[in-house]
């Protein structure tokens, strides 16, 4: 299979930082999107959001924009995850997916089936 590996989550102070790092041990040849998905107790799996092959930045939910971004290094395989100005309301267990179906994000209904691999997810806690 295709494993993808989260890590960089903890404890962290309201309008503090964390980046969190997904990295893909055995990538697949053809260029891919990695998207960022939380979910929070009590609550559904939502997108963050995605980058595309090439570097581009798709957000998904409205919250996290202007506060959240995400860089690739394609030499180690891993995406990133920073998250600024933390707020109580981004508590979630995050985990990092790969689409195959090709370099750009997926952006239409139903997009987070169009993810193909996912990692275990890694617990982002804020608070006072």
């Known amino acids: 299979q295709l494993p993808l590996v989260e890590s960089g989550g903890g404890l962290a102070h309201p309008g503090y930082s964390l980046i969190l790092s997904c990295e893909t041990s055995t990538p697949p040849s053809n260029p891919y999107a990695i998207g960022w998905f939380r979910q929070a107790p009590g609550r559904e799996r939502e997108g963050v959001l995605c980058m595309s092959a090439s570097g581009d930045v798709t957000p998904y939910v409205k919250s996290i924009r202007g506060r959240f971004t995400a860089s690739r290094d394609n030499d180690k395989n891993t995406v990133f995850l920073r998250m600024n100005e933390l707020r109580v309301g981004d508590t979630g267990r995050y985990y990092c997916?790969?689409?195959?179906?090709?370099?750009?994000?997926?952006?239409?209904?139903?997009?987070?089936?169009?993810?193909?691999?996912w990692g275990q997810g890694t617990r982002v806690t804020v608070s006072a």
């Open positions: 997916a790969l689409s195959t179906s090709g370099p750009e994000c997926p952006v239409d209904v139903g997009y987070e089936s169009q993810f193909d691999y």
